[in-house]
């Protein structure tokens, strides 16, 4: 069921342009929140310091004994909080290199399962598998040794850990920034008033005054980002919101992704007509970018100029899909929404046929924003087995065969456009599924 509050990020803009200045103050604190991070990055990233990520005490006193404060003259809310910055974006990247040895794990076939349940044991806990990786026998309270006991007399555990060693050498973490044009502030780094906001920069005891485009003031972490060329800056930060209901929303709804129109309907109704003209616009720009910086890269300065225009023509595409996310809510005011959930990526790279067509258009922004406004709106979302969602006539039930953007049953003769039937047969799926 949808959810009744939710978190959405919202936007605070300088009201004027942020003088030259002053500009330069928060790209100071921007280079050295960088610097911390990079410095973290170097030193906690390696698998001879997984004991010391959770919780992150143990690096913020290194750190804090490290010279690197005293060496930048940062004051010690953003030191710390860059620290911690980096500790998360590390403690992000194991959980996906984890998930990544889980899915070869679960892709081997030679395993058994006692090996299997084995590994999983070993990628949930992490003293274990820090242990493993370190080449050390496992430190564990009673009650977890006697299940690591139990697990590890099944199988071959030297086999096993070397096995473990292997897969996650095939995905090393390196993580470094070049970003200096963002940072994150808490409570004690900034203050509203006078209807703007004065931050804390690496001058001691003085604060920036920023006039804000709106009076809203909170009291949590907030992120900036600079435009420095622009003399602008974007303060972001997540809020809670109470879900919206509309009693007036009553319709089920099938609805199919398209590369070219971006949804239709179990009726024929179909939206963002423009998605392909927008995406071959985008694509057509960055191949002749690529071309051009590839025969010029030897004179060419920098990306600034080229990142710049990419932003902006991505932008108005992330625009048109929301317009029009936004007008299939408002005129089929759905209850519940049923579209197919394609595979993920397999263990050893794409899903051929599905992931590398989609690769070239925007399935996951659209499927992301649909789900935010979905629980925004409070109608439910229903992903459905899309295994011969296409193939299969919405009619009879037979299969059936895609001619162009057409498709044709030679069972009963149906004939429609091929995106209404598989979205009719995401409906039909989806109310099946949700009767059980």
């Given amino acids: 069921m949808p959810k009744d509050t939710l978190y959405k990020v919202v936007h605070q803009y300088n009201k ?38 959770y919780p992150g005490y143990t690096v913020q006193n290194e750190m804090a004994e490290s010279g690197l404060w005293e060496q930048l003259k940062m004051p010690s809310v953003y030191f710390y909080l860059a620290i911690f910055d980096a500790l998360r974006d590390i403690k992000i990247q194991w959980s996906k290199t984890k998930m990544k040895v889980l899915r070869r794990v679960n892709a081997n076939g030679d395993m058994s399962k006692e090996e299997k349940r084995f590994l999983y044991y070993v ?194 595409l992330y625009s048109y899909m929301n317009q029009e996310l936004n007008r299939f809510l408002r005129t089929e005011k759905p209850k519940a929404i049923y579209i197919p959930r394609y595979p993920a990526m397999g263990a050893a790279g794409a899903v051929k046929g599905i992931n590398y067509h989609a690769a070239g258009w925007q399935k996951g922004y659209v499927r992301k924003r649909l789900t935010q406004k979905c629980q925004e709106h409070s109608i439910e979302l229903v992903e459905v087995f899309a295994k011969g969602i296409s193939s299969q006539c919405s009619q009879c039930g037979a299969s059936g065969q895609t001619r162009g953007l057409q498709f044709f049953c030679p069972s009963c003769g149906n004939q429609m456009d091929k995106k209404e039937n598989a979205a009719r047969n995401a409906k039909k799926r989806g109310e099946r599924l949700q009767r059980q």
Avoid at 29 to 37: E, I, L
Avoid at 132 to 160: F, H, Q, T, W
Avoid at 161 to 173: A, G
């Fill in 123 to 316: 990628l949930r806990v992490n003293n274990v598998f820090e242990a493993i990786l370190n080449g050390a026998a496992p430190k564990l309270p009673e009650d977890m040794k006697r299940k690591y006991d139990a697990l590890s007399s099944c199988v071959g555990v030297k086999k096993l850990e070397n096995y473990l060693r292997r897969q996650v050498r095939k995905y090393p973490l390196k993580l470094h920034t070049n970003t200096e044009d963002r940072f994150s502030m808490t409570e004690r780094a900034y203050r509203y008033g006078e209807h703007g906001i004065y931050i804390s920069v690496k001058e001691k005891r003085k604060r920036i005054f920023i006039p804000l485009t709106d009076n809203n003031r909170y009291s949590r972490q907030l992120s900036v980002r600079l435009y420095p060329e622009a003399g602008d800056m974007v303060i972001s930060l997540p809020i809670k919101v109470s879900a919206k209901r509309h009693n007036s929303y009553t319709k089920h709804v099938g609805a199919s992704m398209g590369a070219h129109t971006m949804l239709t309907t179990d009726e024929g109704h179909t939206y963002g007509e423009g998605l392909g003209k927008y995406q071959a616009e985008l694509s057509g720009w960055l191949r002749g970018q690529a071309d051009q910086y590839c025969q010029n890269h030897h004179a060419n300065p920098g990306r600034k100029k080229y990142e710049g225009r990419k932003h902006k023509k991505e932008e108005q």
């Fill in 16 to 53: 004027d342009p942020i003088s030259k200045e002053d500009m330069r103050k928060l790209q100071e604190v921007g280079a050295d929140y960088a610097k911390v991070k990079n410095y973290v990055y170097q030193r906690y990233g390696g698998i001879h310091s997984l004991s010391k990520i």
